[in-house]
């Protein structure tokens, strides 16, 4: 008889099962946090070893199949990281997993397999014994020359996903993965060209070469080329090429421009999508400043002592984080530990990672989100095997299977795209990034320059260590915030559209000294509404019970909640009036109505996008912001992207075009979250003393809190205001905030359902209070109604949330039993982010 392993299987089931394992010592060994094939019901699925017992309580134990890894891909530690999510964020430990491991390699981007070698006798007899379905897969690869459609592979091998035994071969060597990609883009850009008129007039040529050769040879030395190129057959030649070959400012141009010798267009451009822009600046010789060494040595203290120990750095935009955790990543790589650095949405933010990689070179592995799975799924390898120092990454970078980790940095901590909300688990992976530093008796530092008021709270009760940096890094000042009062502005008819004149003479008064302009604007597309003035229609998303955005480059009405797709009428499909209002305004009207606007102003301004729709295709954020940084694009006009660790030198000047859209969100973060993406977004001026920075506010709310907190920069105020408020209604930090949700197809049934729910729970529990059930803001999405109840439950009665743990299962055990919970989907989450 052989011994008994628990498996965690990769299913929404909330239980362990035993299999049997041959009794070799070598197997079982080091079989725990290994990937398994199991039989489970009449088909194969993948699990994860969980523990090694000696006898199992069931009878008729089946065996394990096969053994996908060669190493563990979970350590312990991990394990143990892996069941404390399960039960505090109540999901299957199967889901977990399933979340924390390497990616399956996606079948469908491979483009080729090439077969490298044939497995050597002794390797088909190991592999005839431990692995059958992966020996039958190579033969039947060796034997197509690695042409057969992987539907027939599975058929053939009675598996639903081949992935992991096409990774193994692929990692034993046996075969190469080739797969698609694609790399070039379109885009416009300014170009320069003779003006003809110039040309024309010899005289007034030879007037000019006389006048300006030995003043300005670069004007003539200019012109030649341009005469020369379009001899050649270009007539156009990218401002940048010139600006570059000639070292000329642009104000050069624009003065030969006014005088009619060159003219200024905008040309379409293929472009090469370039991996290789770097959008660091070379920032390694910096020594720390004054306030960064205080904070470096105070965090060095404790990690001295050892152990686990949680650390806050509250230090304001721009006041130089990244030094800091780099001085302290390189403490720690000197002690021969490795890093885990966390940030939020690495595509969005490329350039943060060219400066960590800047200090540390290729000791850095990357998991962003524009990987595919089978690249995602080597870098895992490679860490695995210790081939990296530190490993940056997204959210669910916070598993990654790096050995030896000495330090977890979260960099923005209190951003919200940490908080996983679909599917489950729905960890967050800041708080998660805490439990496996305290597992593993590691420091984490936290950083942000507008904490969350969890972090904040924490800090100030001296759960974590508190470390402030009030001043900007080298000798810059925080951006100048000017509040605009639009009601006044539109009272005193100074508004165009929705800019006020003062800003848009601000936006003109830098495009003219070339430095950068950041428009903010948190919404994308054209407008979000279509309206039809005769019958009063506007066009809904079949889906979901929300109106549907019209995107005016593409010509489609879309639904942002779940994509649907439609083309853009022409006319109302109701009463076919012709008459179609756009109703609001996205980017790509800011965009538009921008440069018309400036056109009038005889601006020729390069204005680009910088949201979802722009930035979606790989390396499309990297050069845009490559652009942008060489001074290429004159105005980003973008969402909340924009606000997340961008730092140009040249932007001097941000713009939040409406304010008011953020202000009046029936949730219980709406405060937090735009007083953190407002001073996020100002942030990004003014990095630099050499280029100070000015924010405009538009608002018709001037003396709104948030509002006035963030002109005063009285964060402490903010903060304090704000807690008394949590305190009052009982939502976090002071209480945790968790949501069950229903979800059903007809309305009626997910109601009734939430209240049988209800009835269910205890009552009056001290410390936890039940919301009745909820009919959100958008009750349909996806066309299911979505009921919520909602749980706060106080921290200091429930401290683990043990409690709340145990009130949801067993009112959920209960639950089950009836016939009513058949007919819905129960979604819990935990910590949940929102109330909307
Ligand atoms: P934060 O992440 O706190 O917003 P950054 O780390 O992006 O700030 O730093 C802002 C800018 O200040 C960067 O350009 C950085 O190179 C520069 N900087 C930071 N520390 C120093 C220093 N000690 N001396 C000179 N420049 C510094
Ligand atoms: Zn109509
Ligand atoms: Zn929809």
Do not use: A, D, G, Q
């Given at each position: 008889m052989g011994k008994t392993v628990k498996v965690a299987v990769l299913l929404p089931i909330d239980n362990t099962f035993d299999y049997l394992v041959p009794e070799d010592e070598e197997i079982i060994e080091n079989i725990i946090g290994k990937r398994v094939i199991v039989p489970f019901g009449t088909r194969y699925v993948t699990g994860v070893v969980m523990e090694v017992c000696e006898n199992s309580l069931v009878d008729e134990l089946k065996p394990i199949v096969e053994i996908l890894d060669e190493n563990p891909i979970f350590d312990s530690y991990t394990i143990k990281l892996i069941t404390w999510i399960s039960k505090y964020y109540l999901c299957s430990i199967g889901e977990v997993f399933r979340a924390a491991m390497p990616p399956n390699f996606n079948l469908n981007t491979i483009k080729e397999i090439q077969i490298l070698r044939q497995p050597s006798p002794e390797e088909h007899i190991q592999m005839h014994k431990k692995a059958p379905k992966r020996k039958k897969l190579l033969e039947l690869l060796i034997n197509t020359n690695g042409k057969i459609s992987f539907k027939t592979i599975e058929k053939e091998l009675d598996l639903r996903n081949i992935s992991p035994q096409l990774e193994a071969l692929e990692q034993k060597g046996y075969i190469k993965i080739k797969e698609t990609i694609e790399t070039q883009i379109e885009t416009k850009i300014l170009a320069l060209s003779i003006n003809p008129k110039f040309l024309e007039d010899e005289q007034q040529m030879i007037q000019y070469f006389d006048k300006f050769e030995?003043?300005?040879p670069k004007r003539v030395q200019l012109i030649s080329y341009l005469i020369n190129e379009k001899n050649n057959g270009r007539e156009f030649v990218p401002q940048t090429e010139i600006i570059h070959k000639f070292k000329i400012a642009s104000t050069t141009i624009q003065s030969m421009r006014e005088e009619g010798i060159i003219i200024q267009t905008k040309i379409n451009k293929k472009i090469?999508?370039?991996?290789?822009?770097?959008?660091a600046s070379n920032e390694t010789h910096h020594l720390l400043n004054k306030e960064q060494e205080r904070v470096y040595l105070d965090i060095m203290r404790v990690i001295e002592n050892g152990g686990y120990s949680a650390h806050l750095i509250f230090g304001v935009t721009g006041s130089g984080k990244t030094l800091v955790y780099a001085k302290l990543i390189d403490e720690v790589l000197n002690r021969n530990k490795n890093v885990l650095y966390l940030l939020p949405e690495i595509s969005l933010t490329p350039q943060l990672v060219d400066r960590i990689q800047s200090f540390f070179h290729q000791k850095v592995a990357v998991l962003h989100s524009q990987l595919s799975d089978n690249e995602r799924n080597q870098i895992y390898r490679k860490i695995q095997r210790g081939e990296y120092r530190i490993c940056m990454g997204v959210r669910s970078a916070v598993f990654a299977p790096m050995p030896n980790l000495g330090l977890i940095i979260v960099d923005e901590e209190h951003d919200p795209s940490y908080k996983q909300e679909n599917p489950a688990p729905r960890y967050n992976a800041r708080d998660t990034a805490l439990m496996r530093a305290s597992i593993l008796g590691i420091p984490v530092v936290m950083g942000t320059g507008t904490p969350s008021l969890e972090s904040w709270y924490n800090a100030k009760n001296g759960l974590y260590h508190f470390h402030t940096i009030l001043n900007r890094a080298d000798g810059a000042l925080l951006p100048k915030i000017k509040i605009i009062d639009m009601k006044i502005a539109r009272k005193e008819k100074k508004v165009r559209q929705y800019f006020s004149e003062e800003l848009l003479e601000s936006i003109i008064e830098k495009i003219k000294k070339k430095e950068g302009v950041i428009l903010f604007h948190n919404r994308r597309g054209y407008s979000p509404q279509l309206f039809c003035p005769d019958c009063g229609n506007v066009p809904m998303c079949p889906n979901c019970d929300a109106s549907l955005t019209y995107h005016k480059h593409s010509s489609k009405l879309i639904c942002h909640y779940c994509g649907f797709v439609a083309d853009a009428p022409k006319i109302c499909n109701v009463c076919g009036s012709d008459e179609l209002k756009q109703l609001g305004f996205g980017t790509e009207r800011l965009e538009e109505d921008l440069e018309s606007i400036l056109k009038e102003y005889g601006i020729e301004a390069i204005i680009k996008r910088f949201d979802r729709d722009t930035t979606s295709r790989k390396n499309a954020y990297r050069n845009l912001m490559h652009r942008f940084i060489e001074g290429d694009i004159d105005v980003l006009v973008g969402t909340q992207m924009l606000s997340k660790g961008i730092n140009i030198e040249r932007v001097s000047l941000v713009g939040i075009v409406d304010a008011d859209i953020h202000l009046f969100f029936p949730d219980f973060r709406a405060n937090e979250r735009t007083f953190q993406l407002f001073l996020q977004t100002a942030g990004r001026a003014g990095r630099k003393s050499n280029i100070p920075g000015e924010v405009i506010i538009q608002t018709s709310n001037p003396n709104n809190s948030v509002i006035r907190h963030i002109h005063n920069y009285s964060l402490e105020k903010f903060y304090e205001e704000e807690l008394i408020l949590r305190k009052q209604f009982k939502y976090p930090p002071i209480a945790r905030f968790s949501k069950v949700q229903f979800n059903a197809e007809d309305f009626d049934t997910a109601m009734q359902v939430a209240e049988e729910f209800h009835k269910l729970l205890p009552k009056d529990k001290p410390g936890f209070i039940f919301s009745k059930p909820v009919i959100p803001g958008i009750p349909r999405i996806r066309n299911l109604y979505r009921i919520q109840i909602f749980i706060k439950s106080s921290k200091k009665v429930d401290r683990t949330g043990k409690i709340l743990q145990n009130i949801i299962k067993n009112t959920y055990k209960e639950f089950v039993q009836t016939e009513l919970s058949k007919k819905v989907k129960l979604v819990i989450d935990v910590d949940s982010y929102s109330n909307l």
């Open positions: 030995k003043k300005y090469k999508s370039n991996p290789e822009n770097n959008l």
